[in-house]
């Protein structure tokens, strides 16, 4: 498994609360190649989502489904999912004080 240094704030349960599966993280971690866990390149893939989180959320019915695939309409039906949990769309997710306090 990854392990985040100290310096970097992570909570498990507002990713799961706001459709983002155990598989979209773990999944990839799995299958990610090494150099993807140097410092920066781990960072952006956080920053990848918070980005454009409606590439990757799914219905909170399909967050334990490790076989989860995205619909072929997922851009669509991820924009419906960001309105129906709320998620922040100003850009504040990019902020650095998000994840580093
Ligand atoms: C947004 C990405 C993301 C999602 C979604 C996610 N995880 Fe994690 N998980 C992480 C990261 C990053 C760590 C390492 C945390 C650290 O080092 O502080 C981690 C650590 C863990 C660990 C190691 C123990 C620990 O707490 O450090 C377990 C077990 C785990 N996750 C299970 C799950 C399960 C089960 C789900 C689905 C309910 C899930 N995760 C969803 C990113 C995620
Ligand atoms: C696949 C998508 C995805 C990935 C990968 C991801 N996040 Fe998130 N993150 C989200 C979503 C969605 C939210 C909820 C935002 C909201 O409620 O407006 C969130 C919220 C957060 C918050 C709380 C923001 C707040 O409201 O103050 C923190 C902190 C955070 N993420 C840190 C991380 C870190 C650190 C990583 C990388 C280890 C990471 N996230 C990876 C999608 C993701
Ligand atoms: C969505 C979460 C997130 C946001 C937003 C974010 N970071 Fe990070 N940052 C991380 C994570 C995760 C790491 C640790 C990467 C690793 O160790 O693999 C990291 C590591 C770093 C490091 C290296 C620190 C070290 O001890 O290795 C610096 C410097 C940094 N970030 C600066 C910034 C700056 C500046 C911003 C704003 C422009 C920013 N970060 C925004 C998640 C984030």
């Avoid at 609360?17 to 598989?23: E, F, L, P, Q, Y």
């Avoid at 991820?78 to 998000?98: E, F, K, Q």
């Amino acid at each position: 498994m990854n392990d985040l240094p100290d310096c970097v704030f992570f909570n498990h349960s507002i990713h799961v609360a706001n459709g983002v599966g155990c598989s979209t993280c773990h999944g990839e971690l799995d299958r990610m190649p090494l150099t993807w866990r140097a410092h920066t390149l781990y960072m952006k893939w956080c920053l990848e989502c918070h980005r454009a989180p409606q590439k990757f959320l799914r219905p909170s019915s399909e967050i334990y489904n490790l076989h989860w695939q995205p619909p072929p309409d997922q851009e669509a039906a991820g924009a419906r999912l960001v309105r129906h949990y709320g998620i922040d769309t100003t850009g504040r997710l990019m902020d650095c004080s998000v994840c580093h306090r």
